[in-house]
């Protein structure tokens, strides 16, 4: 058997003490071993350092400084990393299980990108359900880089990609540089492996959803700057008339 390659698990942090903790049992409790954790803090004041500290001899690399937002905390952490793979998984959400990672490097070793669904929950715990189920965000079988002008429909934290051809974060987009992350990685990957497996638990309430409409107003901009301006515009009809009859056929219990 082939040695499994490194993968760099990066988490982000800023005043998320409450949930962080949650966060790091579900990375260190892997059954897979290679990997290296990297936690990027932006200067907490809550307690947050102490909860580092309390698993430091787990953690590879951490830092906590003042930074640009979410975004430039992102890049810090690609540049810290030295996996052959990166995956985010930010403060608050969880690797989906303890074989996961077992799981996804049991199907491919030399994957460009490997992607799968997200399980929402909330703050108290409540499942939601399947990224793919409860929201209109359809997981393609057959992802590419033109799969994104309808929207991200992948979840951020159940992507996987090379770093060689993980781009830094474009800083010109502080609300949806992830869906422009997606997109270029996705343009350079000749291997795109669907997974089939929930590769993790995606706490809801988070970056995007409280900043909800300047985030579409930037996903706008950076559909535009990849598709064009007629394409955008097109998807975004169909976005909304897909929006429509997602909630229509959820209130008729379908």
Request: hydrophobic fraction near 40%; glycine fraction near 8%.
């Amino acid at each position: 058997m082939p040695e499994s390659p490194l993968i760099s698990i990066i988490t982000v942090t800023y005043n998320a003490a409450s949930v962080l903790e949650a966060t790091i049992q579900s990375v260190i409790g892997q059954n897979f071993r290679n990997f290296e954790y990297i936690i990027i803090d932006g200067a907490s004041t809550d307690g947050t350092l102490e909860i580092i500290r309390k698993y430091g001899e787990h953690i590879s690399y951490w830092v906590s400084e003042p930074d640009k937002g979410l975004y430039d905390a992102m890049n810090k952490g690609l540049k810290a990393a030295k996996g052959k793979y990166v995956w985010f998984m930010n403060a608050g959400d969880k690797i989906y299980n303890k074989e996961t990672l077992k799981l996804i490097f049991s199907q491919s070793m030399e994957a460009d990108v490997l992607y799968g669904d997200a399980l929402f929950f909330q703050a108290d715990g409540k499942e939601n359900g399947l990224r793919s189920q409860v929201t209109p965000h359809q997981l393609p079988a057959n992802l590419n880089w033109k799969s994104l002008q309808y929207g991200m429909v992948v979840c951020h934290q159940s992507f996987i990609v090379k770093k060689e051809i993980a781009p830094l974060y474009d800083l010109s987009h502080p609300y949806s540089a992830d869906v422009d992350w997606e997109i270029q990685c996705l343009k350079h990957a000749r291997d795109i492996v669907h997974t089939g497996l929930v590769l993790c638990r995606y706490l809801t309430g988070g970056f995007s959803k409280k900043h909800l409409y300047r985030s579409l107003a930037d996903r706008f901009d950076v559909l535009r700057s990849n598709y064009g301006i007629f394409q955008t515009l097109k998807s975004h009809v169909w976005i909304t008339i897909r929006g429509i009859f997602f909630v229509l056929k959820r209130k008729k219990g379908y």
